[in-house]
T-cell receptor, first 116, second 111 residues
Framework: GAVVSQHPSRVICKSGTSVKIECRSLDFQATTMFWYRQFPKQSLMLMATSNEGSKATYEQGVEKDKFLINHASLTLSTLTVTSAHPEDSSFYIC????????????FGQGTRLTVV | DAKTTQPPSMDCAEGRAANLPCNHSTISGNEYVYWYRQIHSQGPQYIIHGLKNNETNEMASLIITEDRKSSTLILPHATLRDTAVYYCIARLNFGNEKLTFGTGTRLTIIP
C-alpha cells in the first residue's frame, strides 16, 4: 500500500508551548488529509478534514484556533497544537487519500504527544 | 455513514481461521464496507474493502451477505502478529468522504 509518514513519532513539550506534527504522503498525491486523535483505550476520533489548498473542516467540538491545520501541498499537511495543555496529551494520527482515484485512505504511524 | 456493530472482543487460536463479524443493517446501496486494523500504538492499517461481491487479497477475505446487512472478515491462518483491534466501517467511496471509526473488535490470537 501507499506510504504515509508522520513526524515526530513522539514529542514531549511544556504546557503553554506549541507543537507541530507533520504528515507526508511519500508515493502518492494526497488531495485530502484527515487528522485523528486517540485517547488510551478509546477509538480514533476525527478532528478535521483538509483538502489541498483549502481551509480545513473541523468536527464539532474541535477548536480550530487551537488545532491549526495547514495542507499547502499535495504531499504535506501539518497539525499545530497551540498553547498545549496536559489534557491535549494524546495519540495523533493522520490519514491521506487521493480522492481523484477513489483509493482507500492510508494512515501515518501516529504521534504520541505528552504535555508536561 | 451507516452505523456498524461489532463484538467488542474475540479470541482465536494461532493457525486457525479468524472470522470477524460486522453488522451494517442500515447500509445504503452505494456505501462500501471497509476493514482496517490497529496494532497497539500504531496507525490503522488498511485490510480490504468491498461493495457487494466477496473480495480476497493477500491479507484477508471479505464475505458480504447478499442483502449487504452484514459481512465477515476472514483471516485464513491467524498468527500472533494479527492480534489487533479490527474496525469495520461503511462509507461512500469518493473524494473527501471521511472514515468514522467505531469501537471495533479486539482480536487476540492465542498461541
Amino acid at each position: 500500500g501507499a506510504v504515509v509518514s508522520q513526524h515526530p513519532s513522539r514529542v514531549i513539550c511544556k504546557s503553554g508551548t506549541s507543537v507541530k506534527i507533520e504528515c507526508r504522503s511519500l508515493d502518492f498525491q494526497a488531495t485530502t488529509m484527515f487528522w485523528y486523535r486517540q485517547f488510551p483505550k478509546q477509538s480514533l476520533m476525527l478532528m478535521a478534514t483538509s483538502n489541498e489548498g483549502s481551509k480545513a473542516t473541523y468536527e464539532q467540538g474541535v477548536e480550530k484556533d487551537k488545532f491549526l491545520i495547514n495542507h499547502a501541498s499535495l504531499t504535506l499537511s501539518t497539525l499545530t497544537v497551540t498553547s498545549a495543555h496536559p489534557e491535549d496529551s494524546s495519540f495523533y494520527i493522520c490519514s491521506a487519500r487521493d480522492g481523484r482515484v477513489n483509493t482507500e485512505a492510508f494512515f501515518g504511524q501516529g504521534t504520541r504527544l505528552t504535555v508536561v | 455513514d451507516a452505523k456498524t456493530t461489532q463484538p467488542p472482543s474475540m479470541d482465536c487460536a494461532e493457525g486457525r481461521a479468524a472470522n470477524l463479524p460486522c453488522n451494517h443493517s442500515t447500509i445504503s446501496g452505494n456505501e462500501y464496507v471497509y476493514w482496517y486494523r490497529q496494532i497497539h500504538s500504531q496507525g490503522p492499517q488498511y485490510i480490504i474493502h468491498g461493495l457487494k461481491n466477496n473480495e480476497t487479497n493477500e491479507m484477508a477475505s471479505l464475505i458480504i451477505t447478499e442483502d449487504r446487512k452484514s459481512s465477515t472478515l476472514i483471516l485464513p491462518h491467524a498468527t500472533l502478529r494479527d492480534t489487533a483491534v479490527y474496525y469495520c466501517i461503511a462509507r461512500l467511496n469518493f473524494g473527501n468522504e471521511k472514515l468514522t471509526f467505531g469501537t471495533g473488535t479486539r482480536l487476540t490470537i492465542i498461541p
